[in-house]
């Protein structure tokens, strides 16, 4: 097939993006197909004509934004919906429910799936309570990914702070504040693969041993994306040793949230693992990061599949869910 590379260009310069577009892009050639790459930047009109002259059979997404629009994952799609492309990945809708943190809680719930307790503080209306909500309290954009504005000053544990990092969060980032019960214990990503009869992969632990004592052991933006920070040096991910009964308990939870969330193709489900094996999903990432030494890559590796078989794979499962004769 003839594939769009859909990405993320940061400048005017094409080759200004993030690696995992090459890898994605090699990866398809490997598995036979034709690719090019078509950069997203905040240029709709460039975006559109680039599309139409790439003339894909299949676009394979791995854009996240558009521009500084804090809802620019969503629209690419809808217009990806409105030229009557096809493509690998979430929606509109899948993407929506995705960044919309309380809303994705809230379908949790209806399937009894646990999360953290948590409480909304918007822009445009008055403070809500707390309500039952017990410290300490993790503090943090409402619809932000990729660890936007949260350091270690997320952690709050009085009234005080977390009003500091709620008025912080308005005017800074320009986003309404989550705030949820903190859970301390084992953090454990599960990739998801499929659709009709998604697959569980085996569970990711991020190692927090060599983490700044001073500090919550959490996935900073400083522990994601500062190559220099303590942090970033203080993480790992390793295969989580776990027993087996323990393993198939977070591979259905996964499961669970990935079918709550709708979420199609593929997937990575962000949980904690409490000292008393109790499971609670943080977050359901739609389309999550595809870097070949990504948690979800190196989970697919232990799962017997190649990097190269991952990305054509989820090319196979979006053909099938399409409908693509090719």
């Not at 002259?53 to 409105?82: R, T, Y």
């Not at 309290?137 to 990914?145: A, E, G, N, S, T």
């Not at 990739?191 to 991020?206: D, K, Q, R, T």
């Not at 190196?298 to 979006?318: H, K, P, T, Y």
Request: with cysteine.
């Amino acid at each position: 097939m003839r594939i769009a590379v859909l990405i993320d260009q940061w400048s005017e310069r094409p080759e200004d993006h993030d690696p995992v577009a090459d890898q994605v892009a090699a990866a398809l050639e490997d598995g036979g197909h034709e690719t090019v790459l078509v950069g997203v930047r905040n240029d709709l009109k460039k975006l559109i004509d680039d599309l139409q002259a790439a003339k894909p059979e299949l676009v394979f997404n791995i854009s996240e934004s558009f521009g500084d629009h804090i809802f620019g994952a969503i629209g690419i799609v809808g217009v990806l919906d409105l030229l009557g492309l096809k493509y690998t990945g979430g929606g509109p809708g899948e993407f929506y429910l995705q960044q919309d943190k309380a809303l994705t809680k809230k379908l949790l719930a209806f399937d009894k799936i646990k999360y953290p307790e948590f409480a909304v503080f918007s822009q445009d209306s008055d403070f809500e309570t707390g309500g039952n909500l017990r410290m300490p309290l993790f503090v943090k954009p409402l619809r932000q990914d990729s660890s936007i504005g949260i350091g270690k000053d997320a952690l709050v544990d009085n009234f005080r702070d977390m009003m500091k990092r709620i008025i912080t969060i308005h005017d800074k980032i320009g986003d309404a504040a989550l705030v949820e019960e903190y859970i301390d214990g084992r953090e454990i990503y599960v990739g998801v693969l499929g659709n009709s009869m998604p697959m569980a992969l085996p569970p990711v632990e991020i190692d927090f041993s060599g983490f700044p004592e001073d500090g919550p052991k959490i996935m900073s933006s400083r522990a994601k994306w500062n190559t220099r920070s303590a942090e970033y040096k203080g993480t790992n991910a390793v295969m989580a040793d776990l027993p087996d009964e323990l393993k198939a308990r977070l591979q259905k939870v996964a499961l669970d949230a990935f079918r709550a969330l709708r979420v199609r193709d593929y997937g990575r489900v962000d949980m904690r693992l409490t000292p008393s094996g109790e499971i609670y999903v943080l977050e359901v990432n739609a389309s999550c990061y595809l870097e070949k030494d990504s948690e979800f890559a190196m989970s697919a590796r232990v799962a017997g599949m190649s990097f190269v078989q991952l990305v054509n794979e989820i090319v196979d499962l979006a053909v099938e869910r399409l409908g693509i004769r090719e």
